[in-house]
């Protein structure tokens, strides 16, 4: 009967994360009217740049369409800006959604510097285009849009193709620009050669503006920001030059390449691309400068029913994780992993919770304050990562970091629970049975197949939907994505190191935060906010600090806090799942051999990776 239900189990999450992205897939293709395919673009040297390609069913030959490619920013795929690519392709616009280079399925770059030599491989593809690659493209009507780094790469591709177009006195092949969230190079010597129409959207919260020309909270406002201020009256004569930005007004001209508008959106730079004024802005631009085949108005926008049904399957698609075991468990070979669940620790006495809950605090004060350190220490350690330099050793700049916080926080959650057992627990009671420590080699190798097995079941169950729909489980910035064969490589180099942390948490929560009469709920909340708190407050005194001063806290880590969005999720769900597999086999150790596969595959995914070209 336990089988059964299992199984039914599993094929109602199957059936529900197939038709929900069925759903997400109709709007990806705006039901159909859009083909959504990924290509291949060979570039230079070895180097290749993967993209999604949209093609609307209106262009043609007779009937060509505007082209517009799209560049993600630092640490995020293709995937992340798919709701720009679905309001665009649907109003008739060819979209070529890019993976930049080092992230995603594209190779690495030869150059540190890729998103200003190199667009990210906009710039090869923007050639390819031009030349006729595709015969229901105008090439005289190319753009290209980013946001953040991806919005320095469209600076930049309007400069590259500026001074091109100056040499041979001809148009810029990038007709058009929009730039969201960067504001750096929007400098004289950039933006004086630049041939292109340009928006420019930047989020009036946007945590990094501290780096530019202004300071606090005027750096952000682009009313009065050098930046927006020198991005129009370039194009303006100069006794018509402006001291004062009107927002979404229009300067310049379409017709002479020289359109100026600037935006100014009230909200963090993170969740820009996510806005809907944002958006709307963007796609008033575009209709502005290319003019939409198929007019839609831009408020009117489906992007998000996408995001809705991609989260649902990432939400369904880790609780399968969950009755994908429990089927591999009773098959013979792995029955043996299933235990008695040993019995909870007694109610805390008075003491025992002061005791309990000095160590909950203490921990995280340590996880908060050793985080920014680690991520120095990562600079030292793994310096050609950190330098943007090609390397198989440890080769994610960001992952790196959050690699020594985790071992560093693993071990110490380590030590002081023994020491918590020697000097406490063990006098007052305390059975190191109840751990789920005890388990035989012939077990632990079963355990660690095992865990392999759900990695493996549950990854190429997203490879064929993926296949089948063209959408993975995901949430704005937050995804669980295919991947490259040598991302393997990569896992298992970072699983060891990880791997500390997240068997100290099986341990603690497991051994440590079970007790006797307390309900699941509250005992899960706890572990829940155990694990995650000391990152939460790394987040609460950046902001706090910020909204006061308008200045981060950490601001030459600015990058490194802005990536704890995506972590601390996974943190705060981890103590589920492995009190989960507690249950499931009576051990501590199947919880976080499963979850460390899985979350590491998924951080490693999300991030850049500076792997040797081949």
């Known amino acids: 009967m336990n089988f059964i239900k299992i199984n039914k189990n599993l094929i109602s999450l199957t059936l529900f994360i197939l038709l929900f992205s069925f759903f997400a897939s109709l709007i990806l293709t705006s039901f159909g009217s859009v083909e959504v395919k990924s290509e291949k673009l060979n570039t230079e040297k ?150 292109s129409n340009m928006g420019v959207s930047y989020a009036l919260y946007d945590e990094g503006a501290f780096r530019n020309q202004l300071e606090g909270w005027d750096a952000a406002n682009m009313m009065i920001a050098p930046e927006s201020l020198r991005t129009i009256n370039n194009i303006l004569p100069a006794d018509q030059e402006i001291d004062k930005v009107e927002l979404g007004k229009y300067y310049g001209s379409k017709e002479s390449n020289s359109l100026r508008v600037i935006f100014n959106e009230p909200v963090l730079h993170p969740f820009q691309p996510y806005n809907f004024e944002a958006t709307t802005n963007q796609l008033d631009y575009f209709e502005k400068v290319f003019g939409a085949p ?31 075991s429990n089927l591999l468990l009773n098959l013979k070979f792995f029955s043996s992993l299933k235990k008695d669940i040993p019995a909870p620790l007694k109610p805390p006495s008075q003491r025992g919770k002061i005791v309990f809950w000095s160590i909950f605090f203490l921990s995280a004060f340590i996880a908060c304050i050793s985080f920014i350190p680690m991520v120095e220490v990562a600079k030292i350690l793994f310096e050609d990562a950190a330098n943007r330099r090609l390397t198989w050793f440890f080769p994610q700049r960001m992952n790196n970091s959050v690699m020594l916080w985790a071992a560093f926080n693993g071990l110490i959650g380590i030590i002081i629970f023994f020491i918590s057992y020697k000097f406490f627990g063990k006098a007052n009671g305390v059975d190191s049975r109840s751990w789920g420590l005890s388990i035989s080699r012939v077990d632990l190798c079963k355990t660690v197949t095992l865990a392999m097995l759900v990695f493996s079941i549950f990854y190429i169950f997203l490879f064929m939907n993926y296949a089948f729909f063209h959408v993975d ?87 490194s806090v802005n990536l704890l969005f995506g972590i601390v999720p996974m943190m705060f769900i981890l103590p589920y799942f492995n009190r989960i597999f507690f249950r499931m086999t009576g051990r501590v150790y199947l919880g976080p051999l499963v979850t460390c596969l899985v979350f590491i595959m998924i951080l490693s995914t999300n991030t850049v990776v500076y792997l040797p070209v081949k």
Do not use: C
Not at 314 to 319: D, F, P, R, T, V
Not at 521 to 534: D, P, R, V
């Open 473 to 559: 489980y995901r949430f704005w910035f937050m995804g669980i994505r295919i991947f490259q064969p040598e991302m393997l490589l990569v896992l298992f180099m970072y699983l060891p190191l990880f791997l500390i942390f997240f068997f100290s948490n099986s341990l603690r929560v497991n051994g440590a935060m079970r007790f006797k009469g307390q309900p699941e709920w509250i005992s899960m909340l706890i572990a829940g906010f155990a694990n995650s708190l000391g990152l939460i407050l790394i987040i609460i005194i950046q902001y706090l600090v910020y909204f006061k001063t308008g200045t981060v806290f950490w601001t030459t880590n600015w990058l």
């Open 294 to 324: 198929n007019y839609i108005e831009s408020g009117n926008q489906v992007w998000h029913w996408k995001e809705i049904f991609t989260l649902l399957n990432m939400i369904l698609a880790l609780i399968m994780l969950v009755p994908i």
């Open 46 to 195: 070895g180097q290749y740049i993967i993209y999604d390609l949209y093609k609307p069913e209106s262009a043609t030959l007779e009937s060509k369409a505007p082209f517009i490619a799209i560049i993600p920013g630092f640490q995020r795929s293709k995937e992340a800006l798919s709701n720009i690519a679905i309001e665009l392709s649907r109003r008739g616009y060819v979209v070529a959604l890019i993976d930049p280079y080092a992230q995603g399925l594209s190779s690495s770059s030869l150059s540190t510097r890729a998103a200003t030599t190199q667009g990210y491989g906009m710039f090869a593809l923007v050639e390819h285009v031009h030349s006729g690659a595709f015969e229901y493209v105008d090439i005289d009507k190319i753009g290209a849009t980013g946001h953040s780094m991806g919005g320095n790469a469209a600076i930049r591709g309007a400069n590259f193709f500026g001074k091109e177009a100056i040499r041979n006195n001809k148009k810029s092949k990038l007709d058009s620009v929009y730039v969201s969230g960067y504001v750096l190079t929007l400098r004289n010597n950039i933006l004086r050669d630049s041939r």
